[in-house]
């Protein structure tokens, strides 16, 4: 099975932004769903957003408004642009596809 691979992660200052990116060497991502999770520190790990295969796309409420996922129309990239960002927004950020998840990429919003 082919991992996914997340980018994109790092120190950002409250209000500030970031776009991470999941990419997929098998372009998978035009005929599948996939999913965006983190999990905080002593946290179990949480839903972020998703985009089905279809295009279509859902949001935790607690990301509502400051978040947008979206790909390439070629099916190899994913995107989280990441607005506005408060520190509860601290964790390591996975991609999952077809049930095979990528590494993760920190994220560490400041105070």
């Known amino acids: 099975q082919v991992q996914p691979v997340e980018s994109g992660g790092g120190f950002v200052q409250a209000g500030g932004s970031l776009r991470l990116a999941c990419e997929h060497s098998?372009?998978?991502?035009?005929?599948?769903?996939m999913g965006w999770y983190r999990q905080a520190p002593g946290k179990e790990r949480e839903l972020v957003a998703t985009?089905?295969?279809?295009?279509?796309?859902n949001y935790a409420d607690s990301v509502k408004g400051r978040f947008t996922i979206a790909k390439t129309s070629n099916g190899y990239t994913v995107f989280l642009q990441m607005n506005s960002l408060k520190p509860e927004d601290t964790g390591i950020y996975y991609c999952?596809?077809?049930?095979?998840w990528g590494q993760g990429t920190q994220v560490t919003v400041s105070s």
């Open positions: 098998e372009m998978i991502f035009r005929r599948n769903d």
């Open positions: 999952t596809v077809k049930g095979v």
């Open positions: 985009i089905s295969a279809g295009g279509r796309r």
